[in-house]
């Protein structure tokens, strides 16, 4: 059990970190994605308590690519952590990431480069939460 907390967390912090980087650099180099969020007809507004769901979110995720992680580990294979790691991220994003943001973009009315943004941002994410619990598999915590 305390293995599975230390990797849900972890995982999610990297989750989180890098959800945070991507949506930095991703305003400042596309100031024009950035505009969309202000759009209340479509997004709350940051002051929203609702919203504090998109910072749990990525530890929440943690907790489910650890638990998923733990049952599947032993079909991914590789040599290195960091392979290992990688292809088990590409894997969930492929399984939630790619169908979340179809949906997403035939659903909602925000542009094509926003939802791309996200897919990115998401793919990035989960590659970092994959390696992250492919190196401390390594460390047998």
């Given amino acids: ?9 972890l ?5 989180f970190a890098v959800m ?9 180099a596309f100031p024009e994605l950035a505009l969309e969020y ?6 709350r ?13 990525p530890l929440l995720m943690g907790f489910l690519l ?3 992680w733990n049952y599947g580990r032993g079909f ?12 088990f991220g590409l894997a969930i994003w492929a399984i939630f990431g790619i169908p979340g943001m179809l949906m997403t973009l035939s659903t909602f009315n925000v542009s094509s ?5 996200w897919t990115v941002s998401v793919l990035a994410q989960y590659l970092a939460g994959g390696i992250v619990l492919s190196r401390l598999d390594k460390q047998k915590i």
């Fill in 1 to 9: 059990m305390r293995s599975f907390l230390v990797q849900g967390i």
């Fill in 38 to 43: 202000q759009n209340e007809a479509i997004f």
């Fill in 20 to 28: 945070m980087a991507f949506g930095f650099i991703s305003s400042a």
């Fill in 66 to 68: 650890a638990f998923v």
């Fill in 45 to 57: 507004p940051l002051s929203d308590p609702a919203m504090y769901y998109m910072y749990l979110h």
């Fill in 11 to 15: 995982a999610g912090i990297s989750m």
């Fill in 76 to 87: 991914i294979k590789g040599k290195s952590t960091l392979k290992k790691g990688a292809k």
């Fill in 113 to 117: 480069a926003l939802v791309l943004s």
